[in-house]
């Protein structure tokens, strides 16, 4: 090529036989071909795709002929209905009876009049009133049936905790006042033979069927007869695993022995840092009430006397748990104790020193929000337990009374939406599980009466290891 010359354009080769108009057609034939060849696919995927949206839309906005609109919102759980045995009355208005008697106290010709005496485990004369009641709320979470074929569950209405306690104590030699001929032992004995008679107790071994034994002491010596029931506990503290546990039983709260309070949060009127009235000597993890006392008594902005359970003690008390910012919940002879109800209900901030306490409600109330909990290792510690208390801003402890009074009704008794409600939800909840071992129990081997069945939560692993809020 010469310097001047242009550089020519590419071109397409066609043969030397070809002419320019049969080149054209050619090239515009291929085009064609080519476009046809690229829409072909997409023209396909596009139609494929409308008609996927066409069938999706159909789908979710036209109901289905075979599932009915009414069918998508599942059906309620039906109530649980429970049956009340018709004890002899020697079991329930008898043992009030009993312990009035022993007392020289009046004792009234018709049942109505009878007043179950001052208690603190009272759970057992608030469920069996309810029950009794021919005014009981539509809402309540057990349905009375008075048909026991028609029941889900059967409840056992013996004032076990009473019964303890018919008996007054005297010095020795003292052989003054009513009769002592009642025998707690002997009444529950007699229950166990009555109940294991019955055609309802002896289809399920009892499973089915509810038992209050509040007292830490109750039913003591039958309690192996009847741990397959739901046991209706304040703890597991003189339990075995084999016994009780968080799986089949309820845990109940101790009666209140002091009035509630009606004022409003603040500090202003809570003039003392802590706050607590007891026997200071007790047995087993109780025992460290006395190197509680032995630490604190000398603290500043804090109370803490020994007190027994008399009138005088509980006017003191109210006066000071309704005036401290905290109130000390140690251990009793078991991890619970009456106290830490009756600083709930006064708005004082319990302190819990009881490394294995078991609470009530706890799918309900987060403890963490309403009370403190600190160790036992750390609490008998010098200076330990006030200083972490001096720690806390009004601030917070106005929050911690916000807390406790959204939540103070559940450990009322008396209240309408109050303990006995909560107490028969827990019990409703136990349905289910009472159900797959009744169901278990059909295609198990036969065991032995001494048999341990240990599909339960043992609570003895639980305590408490820090003080972290």
């Not at 080769?13 to 515009?28: D, G, I, Y």
């Not at 074929?149 to 007054?168: G, H, K, R, T």
């Not at 089915?208 to 007292?215: L, N, P, R």
């Amino acid at each position: 090529m010469s310097d001047g010359a242009k550089p020519r354009k590419s071109k397409l080769c066609f043969s030397s036989s070809s002419s320019p108009s049969s080149s054209t057609l050619t090239l515009t034939l291929a085009l064609k071909m080519a476009r046809r060849f690229l829409l072909k696919p997409t023209l396909a995927t596009l139609l494929l795709l409308l008609f996927f949206l066409y069938v999706l839309a159909h789908t979710l906005l036209s109901p289905s002929p075979s599932l009915p609109s009414s069918s998508i919102t599942l059906p309620l759980s039906p109530v649980p209905k429970i049956y009340l045995y018709d004890l002899p009355p020697k079991f329930t208005y008898g043992v009030v009876r009993s312990y009035l008697r022993a007392r020289d106290s009046p004792d009234p010709l018709d049942d109505a009049d009878l007043r179950y005496p001052g208690h603190q485990h009272s759970a057992e004369w608030w469920l069996f009133s309810d029950l009794f009641s021919d005014a009981r709320p539509a809402s309540s979470p057990l349905r009375r049936t008075l048909d026991p074929d028609d029941a889900d569950l059967f409840y056992v209405p013996f004032f076990s905790s009473l019964s303890l306690i018919v008996n007054p104590i005297r010095p020795p030699g003292d052989s003054a006042g009513g009769s002592t001929e009642y025998s707690d032992e002997g009444m529950q004995e007699e229950l166990v033979e009555w109940l294991e008679e019955q055609e309802y107790w002896k289809r399920n071994r009892g499973r089915d069927h509810v038992i209050v034994c509040q007292d830490p002491n109750a039913l003591y010596r039958v309690i192996d007869r009847v741990r397959n029931a739901v046991l209706l506990v304040s703890d597991f503290g003189r339990l075995q695993p084999y016994q009780a546990s968080l799986v089949k039983d309820v845990i109940l709260p101790y009666s209140h022995r002091i009035n509630s309070y009606k004022g409003e949060v603040g500090v202003e009127n809570r003039q003392s840092l802590l706050f607590f009235m007891g026997n200071r000597y007790r047995k087993e993890g109780g025992k460290v009430r006395d190197t509680l006392f032995q630490i604190l008594e000398n603290e500043k902005d804090v109370i803490i006397k020994h007190g027994t359970q008399s009138r005088v003690s509980r006017r003191m008390a109210t006066k000071g748990m309704h005036s401290s910012k905290f109130c000390l919940h140690p251990a009793g002879d078991t991890p619970s104790a009456c106290r830490l109800f009756d600083a709930i209900v006064s708005l004082c901030i319990p302190v819990i020193v009881s490394d294995y306490v078991e609470l009530p409600f706890e799918d309900l109330i987060d403890y963490k929000k309403i009370a403190i909990f600190i160790d036992t290792n750390n609490a008998v510690k010098p200076s330990f337990l006030v200083s972490e208390l001096t720690k806390i801003s009004e601030e917070r402890i106005v929050q911690y009374q916000q807390e406790l009074k959204m939540v103070q009704h559940y450990f009322e008794y008396e209240h309408p939406n109050g303990t006995v409600n909560e107490i028969w939800r827990q019990v409703s909840s136990k349905v289910p599980q009472i159900k797959l071992m009744i169901n278990r129990d059909k295609r198990l081997v036969q065991r032995g009466p001494d048999d341990h069945d240990c599909s339960c939560i043992c609570s003895k692993g639980n305590a408490t290891f820090s003080v972290k809020r």
